[in-house]
């Protein structure tokens, strides 16, 4: 085998045009033809700069889940209805909000609509109207926001007239998370939830706002984690602006969101190992550890990327040996990276493609 090194040369094609742009690098451009080798590889995915987010983003969907159980009696409630408040008076007249309510039972308060002023202070009056009673349907209510969003798709389908929106979609649930009414246990809700967000052509995550100091953290952080969202604690009033503008800001700094990776050997290669983890900034579960694959093909959930964010996702190559030597490029690792181009607000596809030469002596391609 030959010695691994640490120098990368492009040697790779992307012809997709899309907002990302994906190159794969190896250490080398040729390899002997009659020895098997051991060959580094990185696929490297780069967002490009969003400058004027708000001008060039995509219009948002978000339907709002709110608790008003008898457990959020008081200051909590209070913060959600301010929360609430302030989240509207964000939203542009292109964006869409629903509301839904829940305690013992589930109630769609206010329908899912474009928030020109009129229906901002619709929304805003409903919200301030809202008071604790009850048990909490925290499961109904997640599940009832899923299906406006399954019924809005419908609708769209069904109809001739209507074309597809396009739009970032996110479910925002602000509870204290003491589910007891319903399903209540959070190895239950996530299927259940999931479920519901597969049935969706766009990508829904699941954001979560704990209130109060007894809010179930492992309930909120669980359901946030599982659905590609984030969970925030907001402790105070003065903490409202900075954890839904931390939210509604990580959405318009998206440049892609649920990445897809699929990786392909090309003939007489395998993937031995994928190297270290791929963190990004809000992504925390990915670990730095070395995934054994030995396979032909490796796939990875990437989740979001965001304006500027650079992946590095190295793998190890066994490239098995040839009868005879080629002057021709031959494919050794294919890259298939799929997604939600927020900035262009559509789904997209796009593959890229490394090769080395196969000769009579390695080389290694200086060129950057």
């Known amino acids: 085998m030959e010695t691994l090194t640490q120098q990368f040369s492009r040697l790779s094609s992307n012809e997709s045009g899309q907002t990302l742009s994906v190159d794969i690098n190896t250490e080398v451009s040729h390899l002997k033809y009659d020895v098997s080798h051991e060959i580094l590889a990185m696929v490297t995915i780069k967002a490009p700069l969003c400058e004027n987010l708000e001008s060039q983003r995509a219009a948002l969907d978000l339907v709002a889940v709110l608790d008003r159980s008898g457990s959020m009696n008081g200051e909590k409630l209070e913060m959600v209805k301010n929360s609430m408040v302030f989240a509207i008076s964000q939203l542009r007249a292109d964006d869409r909000l629903a509301i839904v309510m829940f305690d013992t039972n589930v109630e769609v308060l206010f329908e899912l609509?474009?928030?020109?002023?009129?229906?901002?202070?619709?929304?805003?009056?409903?919200?301030?109207?809202?008071?604790?009673?009850?048990?909490?349907?925290?499961?109904g209510g997640l599940f009832q926001g899923l299906e406006i969003l399954i019924k809005d798709q419908e609708q769209v389908?069904?109809?001739?007239?209507?074309?597809?929106?396009?739009?970032?979609?996110?479910?925002?649930?602000?509870?204290?998370?003491?589910?007891?009414?319903?399903?209540?246990?959070?190895?239950?809700?996530?299927?259940e939830m999931n479920s519901r967000r597969d049935k969706l052509n766009r990508v829904s995550n699941v954001f979560c706002f704990g209130y109060g100091s007894d809010h179930t953290v492992e309930m909120l952080k669980g359901l946030s984690d599982s659905a590609g969202g984030?969970?925030?604690?907001?402790?105070?009033?003065?903490?409202?602006?900075?954890a839904f503008g931390d939210c509604i800001g990580g959405l318009l700094s998206v440049a892609a969101q649920n990445l897809q990776l699929k990786l392909e050997a090309g003939p007489g290669v395998q993937i031995k190992k994928v190297l270290g983890g791929t963190l990004n900034k809000n992504n925390l579960?990915?670990?730095?550890?070395?995934?054994?694959?030995?396979?032909?093909?490796?796939?990875?959930?990437?989740?979001?990327i965001?304006?500027?964010?650079?992946?590095?996702?190295?793998?190890?190559?066994?490239?098995?040996?040839?009868?005879?030597a080629s002057r021709e490029s031959k494919e050794v690792l294919i890259c298939e990276?799929?997604?939600?181009?927020?900035?262009?607000?559509?789904?997209?596809?796009?593959?890229?493609?490394?090769?080395?030469?196969?000769?009579?002596?390695?080389?290694?391609?200086?060129?950057?």
């Open 113 to 139: 609509k474009l928030m020109d002023g009129k229906n901002k202070q619709e929304a805003t009056e409903l919200v301030k109207s809202l008071s604790a009673k009850d048990m909490t349907a925290l499961a």
């Open 157 to 191: 389908s069904s109809s001739t007239n209507v074309s597809e929106r396009k739009a970032v979609t996110s479910i925002l649930l602000f509870t204290d998370g003491q589910a007891n009414q319903g399903l209540t246990k959070l190895e239950e809700i996530i299927p």
């Open 230 to 242: 984030m969970y925030y604690y907001v402790e105070n009033e003065e903490n409202i602006a900075s």
């Open 285 to 304: 579960r990915s670990q730095n550890k070395d995934v054994e694959v030995n396979s032909k093909n490796f796939e990875k959930e990437l989740g979001d």
């Open 306 to 324: 965001y304006s500027e964010e650079e992946r590095n996702i190295v793998c190890l190559l066994e490239v098995s040996k040839m009868e005879e």
């Open 337 to 368: 990276l799929s997604g939600f181009d927020v900035l262009k607000a559509d789904p997209f596809k796009t593959r890229t493609v490394c090769t080395i030469v196969r000769g009579e002596e390695p080389k290694t391609d200086t060129k950057k």
